[in-house]
């Protein structure tokens, strides 16, 4: 399985852009995605996900009302969306996914397959 991701780039503070995440194999729907990303320094952290078969979706609380995670079934991947950047958002973002159930989504060790990593970078 291959997670292929898109988007990202250099942006100016309060602006918006769209990372995507396209799986290359099964249907979107049957995996729990999830984003991640690391920042310069620090630690990877949990972002957003959403769980196999689109039931619910969990966000870190700075994001909460900025970033929104969604699937395309069409193309069969989930992306990001993410509005009104700040310079702590810079960072590299990387897509995650599994398949069936687990317990907790928002730590890296359970997912199995990772996508290559976009850097975000937002200016002020």
């Known amino acids: 399985v291959q997670l292929v991701q898109s988007g990202g780039g250099s942006l100016h503070a309060g602006s918006s852009v769209t990372l995507s995440c396209a799986i290359s194999?099964?249907?979107?729907?049957?995996?729990?995605v999830a984003w991640f990303r690391q920042a310069p320094g620090k630690e990877r952290e949990f972002v957003c996900s959403?769980?196999?078969?689109?039931?619910?979706?969990n966000y870190l609380e700075s994001v909460k009302d900025r970033f929104t995670i969604a699937r395309d079934n069409f193309k069969n991947a989930v992306n990001l969306e993410m509005s009104n950047l700040n310079t702590e958002d810079t960072a590299v973002y990387y897509c995650a996914a599994t398949l069936g159930p687990l317990q907790s989504d928002t730590t890296a060790d359970v997912y199995d397959f990772w996508g290559q990593g976009t850097q975000v970078t937002v200016s002020s």
């Open positions: 194999e099964g249907s979107i729907g049957s995996y729990t």
């Open positions: 959403t769980r196999w078969g689109g039931a619910s979706t």
